[in-house]
C-alpha cells in the first residue's frame, strides 16, 4: 500500500499541489492516494521528489513513522546545510542536559 497522504499530509501540501508539481491532473493523484489506481514507476519517483521521501518511505518498505516523525523529517529534508547544523547542535544540547542512557543507569 502506498503512502501518499500520510507524506503529502506531513510536506503540508494539498493534493492539488502535489498533482501539478508532479505534473498530473488532480483526479489522478487523488485516485492514488485512495488506492483507485496507481502510478507508474517514472511517476511514483516523481512524487518521491516532491514529497521529499524515498521510494522506500512511499511503499511502506522501511519502518514506518508516527505522523510526527514524518511531519519532522519532510522538514528536515527542506533545510539547508545550515539548517540542518543548527537543528542538531540544538538536540546535541538537549542530549548533554539529560545524559545518556548509560550515564543514566551507571
Known sequence: M??????REASGLKVAQVA???????ET???????????N?????RVAD???CSLDDLT????????EERTMLARWRT???QGKSTVL???DSFQEGSGSSEERTA
Not at 502506498?2 to 507524506?7: A, G, Q
Not at 511502506?60 to 505522523?67: A, H, I, K, M, S
Open 2 to 7: 502506498l503512502m501518499l497522504k500520510e507524506f
Open 20 to 26: 501539478e508539481r508532479v505534473g498530473v491532473p488532480y
Open 29 to 39: 493523484y487523488r485516485k492514488w492516494e485512495k488506492g483507485d489506481s496507481k502510478p
Open 41 to 45: 514507476w517514472e511517476q511514483l519517483c
Open 50 to 52: 516532491v514529497l521529499h
Open 60 to 67: 511502506g518498505r522501511r519502518e514506518t513513522l508516527t505522523q
Open 79 to 81: 533545510l539547508s546545510d
Open 89 to 91: 547542535a540544538v538536540m
